[in-house]
């Protein structure tokens, strides 16, 4: 990849949704990284010799501007309890496709009780409640992808 075509990745990255993104071409390494940093940091590798000889790497060090992103609380009640995604994976609000979903709006849960699975690397982990409360609201769709710290549920503390 060249300069310009590593550019315009980063621009299309930096512009997405996406939190990570990592991109191994050949000797070409691309990671980027925007839910830990305000900027993120791409390194081209390239290896000017074979592997059996001295490997030489020139480091291409560019930096991004991460889109700012306000982060409103549209919470008012304080009572309101957000139940954040501690995994990224693809979330399913029941146990099977013909199952009813574990809960709905205007559940009653319990500490423990299962609100919803997610899939990661093909292990299914479940997310239980941490509080005791009333299911206000469901923020995510069954099936849909979701990431680290994205709100899943709002639940009204008992």
């Known amino acids: 990849m060249n300069i310009e075509e590593v550019k315009e990745l980063i621009k299309m990255i930096d512009e997405s949704d996406l939190a990570l993104f990592e991109l191994k071409q050949g000797d070409f390494s691309l ?6 940093t305000r900027s993120s940091e791409v390194k081209e590798l390239v290896n000017k010799e074979p592997a059996s ?24 009640d304080e009572n309101l309890f ?10 399913y609000g029941a146990s099977s496709p013909d199952k009813d979903p574990y809960v709905h ?13 997610i899939e990661a690397m093909k292990l299914m982990n479940e997310i239980e ?4 409360g009333e299911i206000v609201e469901v923020m995510v769709e069954s099936e849909s992808m979701v990431e680290y710290g994205q709100p899943l549920f709002k639940i009204r503390r008992a």
């Open 82 to 91: 957000i139940v954040k995604s501690p995994i990224v994976g693809t979330f």
């Open 129 to 132: 409640s941490e509080i005791n």
């Open 105 to 117: 709006e205007g559940k009653k849960v319990k500490q423990g009780d299962v609100l919803c699975i």
């Open 53 to 76: 000889q001295k490997e030489s790497v020139v480091n291409n060090t560019i930096s991004v501007q991460e889109a700012k992103v306000e982060i409103k609380e549209e919470i008012k």
């Open 31 to 36: 990671k980027m990284d925007k839910s830990q």
